[in-house]
């Protein structure tokens, strides 16, 4: 099943193509903004706004493994290993700040921008879905599945 679906209580449950999917419309709009940012003409702003959107990336997809990893393992160990990796997580972030903030001139309205850009691909893909199955019920559809 592609999309999202209610349940009886009208919680909302997506599918297992869902991370996927908003990982490949953040890399497209991490392509669009890195070639919009360009006609800036500042070097400075394109790899601001390109570090904000690889860091977010990264944490998307290193969060989403963790999570899948502790369904996976389910285990006392499993969350051990869930608590491991979200402190490295913040350790490695701490020091690719520091590296980023000392070593490079980065601007910083550009680089949350591009730090923003998962959040909001997510939050716009849920209210899209909430949106199409609140028309779908409404409309009284056969079909409550939505296609992105």
């Keep these: 099943m592609i999309g999202s679906r209610e349940t009886k209580t009208g919680m909302l449950v997506l599918d297992e193509g869902f991370p996927k999917r908003v990982f490949n419309t953040s890399l ?7 070639l919009c940012s360009t006609s800036f003409q500042s070097f400075e702003i394109s790899y601001s706004v390109l570090i904000g959107c690889a860091i977010s990336l990264g944490l998307c997809k290193l969060q989403w493994w963790a999570v899948q990893q502790f369904f996976q393992r389910g285990t006392p160990s499993g969350k051990q290993f869930f608590a491991l990796i979200n402190l490295l997580k913040y350790f490695v972030l701490c020091v690719i700040f520091y590296i980023m903030f000392s070593y490079l001139q980065v601007h910083v309205i550009a680089f949350l ?19 199409m199955n609140y028309l779908n019920s409404s409309q009284g559809s056969q079909t409550r599945d939505v296609r992105d």
């Design 113 to 131: 921008v591009g730090i923003s850009l998962v959040p909001a691909v997510i939050s716009l893909k849920m209210l899209g879905m909430m949106f």
């Design 28 to 34: 497209l709009l991490m392509a669009i903004i890195a």
